[in-house]
Each structure stands twice: as C-alpha cells, then as structure tokens.
C-alpha cells in the first residue's frame, strides 16, 4: 500500500467524459488522465462533484474507478470518490475501490445528515474508516452539501483511525478552517484545498499542501505549486494570474462549473464532448466563444 502522509500537490478531479448521448466515453477519461499525468499532476480524485458522482449508477462509478486506476498504473495515487446517500452504500463502494486498487477513498458526508447532527457526522465516517485499511479522505464541502464538518470533528477522527489523515477542505471558511486545523493538528493531517483552486496562493500561505482542481488547466497549477514549493513566489502570482482569468470567468456561472470545465477540456482537445448529465443549464454560444477568447488569451487552446 502506497504511503499517503506525505501527499502533496494538484490532485485533480477528474471529469467522468460523456458521449453526445450521455453514456460513459471511457477513451475519453483515458484521454484525460493521460493528458493530466503528461502535464506533471500528482494524483487523482475521481467520481466526486465535478465528477458529477450523483448522477451515475454505482455500476457506472465502479467502471470508472477500474477506467482511472488502469490508465494511471501506479504513476500516481488514485482517490475513488465514494460519497453515498447512506454509509452501507458508501462502505460497498468503498470497498469496491480498495479491491479494484485504489490508493484511496474520498467522501462526502450523506447530504441529509445537517448541522446539527455531528454524532452521525463522527458514526458516518468512523464505520467507513473501519471498513477499509485505505486512507479514507474527508471532503469538507460545505458550500455543496449543507453539512458543516467541525475541525474538532476531524482532529477527533484521526485521533481513533489511522487511516483518516487527509482532509479536502472548500467553503465559505476555507482558509480559517485550513488555519484551525493546522494548529489543532500541526503535520498530522494533510490538507488540500478545493473550489476550482481559486484561491491556491492563499491555501498554501495558510497551511495547505495542494489542491483538487478541475483537471483541464493542470500545467497551470503545477507551475503554480511547483514555484510556491521552490520558493519561488513572484513566479507562482504570475503563472496563476494566467490561471485567474479561466477561473473569474468560471466564477460568474456557478450553475454551469461542470459544462464549463468539460467544454474547456473539449476547446483544448483533450475530450470529444463537453455534454454534461441532467440536473443541469446547458452551455449557450456565448459561454463557448469566450471560453475560446480566454484561452486563446493565455496560450492554452488546442493547439497553442
């Protein structure tokens, strides 16, 4: 089993890559986790929001945790998105993953477990953490799913299970919470950003060790991280002032993040099909030419 205390860097999520008609495209997430491990990122997160993990079967989940984890063969962790509407079904799954050869799992809590129910939180996570001898990562997205995770919930967590010591923390209070759970916790619990990697700069200042972005810019926020680690701060601002101009613009559409995303992998050639599941907004021509415009601005069309 691969030793993940030291993970560190850009961890994209990978998008689950459609045909017109909706069915897996699954030359397409090769392409992707090919382009991605081309591009220099040091592992993977799939099936998890924007891997629009909601609205695949489970049969369609376990396909593409086998898809990823073959495609990469062991050049990088793999994280299987394990996230459930109950814990039996997150434990199944999970452990679907553990035997397919994951290098690990990530979950969500299950969305109707709210605020005040942290005892389910702490029950949730504990029975998948013993279900599995993988380290099980906590997503913290509370801007998504409603259901806040305490850091003294985390710190508690991995304090009982030697399998939880990575947290994915995005929402409305990432940098305290990134702060907070650095000081309660000092090097025992590697912390990754989210949120498109919006505010990267901002994470790594405050005690993070990378992010789980998108997975269609990832030579961006590799010469973000990589030039933060080397020191190299002035050259970080400049290379994610390119990575800004995508993510503003991915900024003023949150409805339409996941199409966004798998369009601008479709602009750069990596993917044949940017179509997305439904619930969704569908991308309008306007959304396409200023994608292009923006791309082709910081040298990341096909192409370019």
Known sequence: MR???????????LSTVMHEDGSIDEEGIRSLVRFNIEKGVHGFAVTIIAGEF????????????????????????????????????????????EDAGADGVIVMPPFFVKRESELYLHEHFSRVANAVDLPVMIQDAEEFTGVTISSTLCSTLAAEHSNVFIIKVEGPRTLEKISEIRKLMGDGMVILGGMAARFLLEELEAGSQGSIPA?????????VYNS???GDISGAKKTFALYKRWVDYLSL??????????????????????YTRGPKLDLQTNHTEALKKILAGIGMMAGS
């Open 54 to 97: 909601y609205k695949l079967s489970d049969e369609e989940r376990r396909r593409v945790f086998d898809l990823v984890i073959d495609e990469v063969n062991g050049k990088v962790p793999v994280f299987a998105g394990t996230s459930h509407t109950g814990t039996e079904p997150a434990i199944e799954l999970s452990r679907y993953a």
């Open 215 to 223: 997975g269609c810019l990832p030579e961006l926020l590799v010469g």
């Open 3 to 13: 030793n993940l205390r030291n993970l560190r860097g850009i961890i994209p999520a």
């Open 253 to 274: 559409y949150p409805l339409l993040g996941i199409g966004l995303e798998k369009e601008t992998e479709r602009l750069r050639g990596i993917i044949k099909s940017s």
């Open 228 to 230: 933060h680690q080397s």
